[in-house]
T-cell receptor
Framework: DGGITQSPKYLFRKEGQNVTLSCEQN?????MYWYRQDPGQGLRLIYYSQIVNDFQKGDIAEGYSVSREKKESFPLTVTSAQKNPTAFYLCASSGTVRANSNQPQHFGDGTRLSIL | SQQGEEDPQALSIQEGENATMNCSYK?????LQWYRQNSGRGLVHLIL?????REKHSGRLRVTLDTSKKSSSLLITASRAADTASYFCATAPSGGYQKVTFGTGTKLQVIP
């Protein structure tokens, strides 16, 4: 079955520690996204990538980093510089990006990150 | 910044009733999308309506778009307990590729 796999489902971070959230897709999608969702809130875009080896900052990129070395993978690192990392993190992908053609996004089931 | 704002924030109805959720946005769009999120899960795409469309149907879902009022509505007919979820609108601005922006969501509870 095609889809997006996020791991782990739950993650705990100690003070001063970097943690990496995994996101893998087998939908052959070009674009991938990372969102943060706080309780009762909508989604806020952290980073997105339209193509391999390229990514752009979203609305709340500070304290986060990403890489896109393979089409299938878009890992997110939450660094120690992110002072309030407790949230639900969602990864998504969508088909080929063209001007004026935002396609539906497919989402993973999220990673819930908490501070120890 | 969040462009889409859903209304109401929460909605509770009896099974079998219809549920209507509204979304307002601020700038010109290329399309508007509706998603559902079950508790603790990822979002699932429901329907996409383009800026040159006024109404679209998918099963028990009906979406309308009024670009002059910069608003959209999602109607779920004959609701079921399984429709209990949060519903989000997402707007795709016009003018080249620009990132999709999600609203704050409507939390729907369908009581059996």
């Amino acid at each position: 079955d095609g889809g997006i796999t996020q791991s782990p489902k739950y993650l705990f971070r100690k003070e001063g520690q970097n943690v990496t959230l995994s996101c893998e897709q087998n939908l052959n999608h070009d674009a991938m996204y990372w969102y943060r969702q706080d309780p009762g809130q909508g989604l806020r875009l952290i980073y997105y990538s339209q193509i391999v080896n390229d990514f752009q900052k979203g609305d709340i990129a500070e304290g986060y980093s990403v890489s896109r070395e393979k089409k299938e993978s878009f890992p997110l690192t939450v660094t120690s510089a992110q002072k309030n990392p407790t949230a639900f993190y969602l990864c998504a992908s969508s088909g080929t990006v063209r001007a004026n053609s935002n396609q539906p996004q497919h989402f993973g089931d999220g990673t819930r990150l908490s501070i120890l | 910044s969040q462009q889409g704002e859903e209304d109401p924030q929460a909605l509770s109805i009896q099974e079998g009733e219809n549920a209507t959720m509204n979304c307002s946005y601020k700038t010109s769009i290329n399309n508007l999308q509706w998603y559902r999120q079950n508790s603790g899960r990822g979002l699932v795409h429901l329907i996409l309506i383009r800026s040159n469309e006024r109404e679209k149907h998918s099963g028990r879902l009906r979406v309308t778009l009024d670009t002059s009022k910069k608003s959209s509505s999602l109607l779920i007919t004959a609701s079921r307990a399984a429709d209990t979820a949060s519903y989000f609108c997402a707007t795709a601005p016009s003018g080249g590729y620009q990132k999709v922006t999600f609203g704050t969501g409507t939390k729907l509870q369908v009581i059996p």
